[in-house]
């Protein structure tokens, strides 16, 4: 049976919480921050830790229901192809598997690194973990033969150049099914959203390009217009109080001080609370359908 996503957490915070009693300082966690460009060293092991912490709970709720609607779009008599790229510790592999309890499906995470808490595989739907650049391994497919390619939060972090090599194997590069769908979660706030609409706008339109015709509005970015906790709509979905706890004082188990120079990020990053809203949740299904 999966692991729950309370069980998850709590497996996370016996390491994390281990790490923080041992450290006096916590100042190797920062810059833990997206602002500005910045992308977290997801190498680091208390990062990763502390990125699951905040984020796996909300994330795994979010392609949960990407994914279930996606399913509802597609033929789901036969096998269902899946690549996610930039798939971290696959917590939209989780979400899959949860959404799509009685179907089969291969699926396959691509990410340039190697997560340590990466979900278990299972049976009858095992993964396949490929540690690659997301670029190289796209450029090297002969074909396009998945009926879902999902971006689990990772389109924002595609450099520029990257993003034309991306836009030209969609756009050149023989896709061997009629139907396919994106399904792309997109930052939150009003700045980065756009950023990351512009980015998926792009691959939607190489898709066009190669003989498809984009059946949803690409302007269109779904989210929920009030602010509920995730619990209201998933009474599985529990965050543990205790965690919650660290993470909210997690500032004052660092003894850093004025006279270091990290003082001040560790003030302002430290202290974030978990997501257990859903605020933040954006995202685009994109369904296309070939014509010629
Ligand atoms: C914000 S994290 C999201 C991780 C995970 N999908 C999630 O939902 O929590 C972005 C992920 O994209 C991966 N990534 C960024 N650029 C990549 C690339 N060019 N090729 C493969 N993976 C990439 C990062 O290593 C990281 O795991």
Not at 227 to 253: M, T
């Amino acid at each position: 049976m999966m692991i729950s996503i309370n069980d998850y957490i709590n497996n996370i915070f016996q390491d994390f919480s281990g790490y923080v009693k041992n450290s006096e300082k916590l100042c190797d966690l920062n810059p833990f921050t997206f602002e500005a460009g910045n992308i977290p060293d997801y190498s680091n092991i208390h990062i990763q830790q502390l990125y699951l912490l905040r984020y796996a709970f909300a994330y795994a709720f979010e392609y949960k229901r990407m994914y279930s609607k996606i399913l509802k779009k597609l033929n789901i008599d036969t096998k269902l192809k899946i690549k996610s790229f930039g798939c971290g510790p696959m917590i939209d592999y989780w979400s899959l598997c949860n959404a799509c309890e009685e179907h089969s499906f291969e699926y396959i995470g691509i990410d340039i690194i190697d997560w340590n808490y990466k979900f278990e595989s299972q049976n009858p739907n095992p993964y396949r973990f490929i540690k690659e650049n997301m670029i190289e391994y796209i450029k090297e497919l002969k074909e396009l033969d998945s009926d879902i390619y999902f971006f689990p939060k990772s389109i924002c972090e595609i450099k520029n150049d990257d993003l034309t090599s991306i836009c030209d194997s969609f756009r050149t590069k023989r896709i061997s099914k009629d139907k396919i769908i994106l399904g792309i979660s997109l930052r939150a706030d009003v700045r980065n959203l756009e950023i990351d609409a512009c980015t998926s706008e792009k691959i939607a339109n190489s898709i066009i390009e190669n003989g498809f015709i984009c059946k949803s509005d690409l302007n269109k970015c779904i989210r929920f217009e009030e602010s509920h906790g995730i619990r209201k709509f998933e009474s599985s979905f529990i965050y543990p109080d205790e965690v919650k706890a660290l993470l909210d004082n997690l500032y004052n188990e660092c003894s850093c001080s004025d006279e270091d120079s990290c003082e001040e990020k560790c003030r302002e990053h430290l202290n974030r609370q978990p997501v257990l809203r859903t605020d933040n949740i954006r995202y685009q299904i994109l369904e296309f359908e070939r014509t010629k």
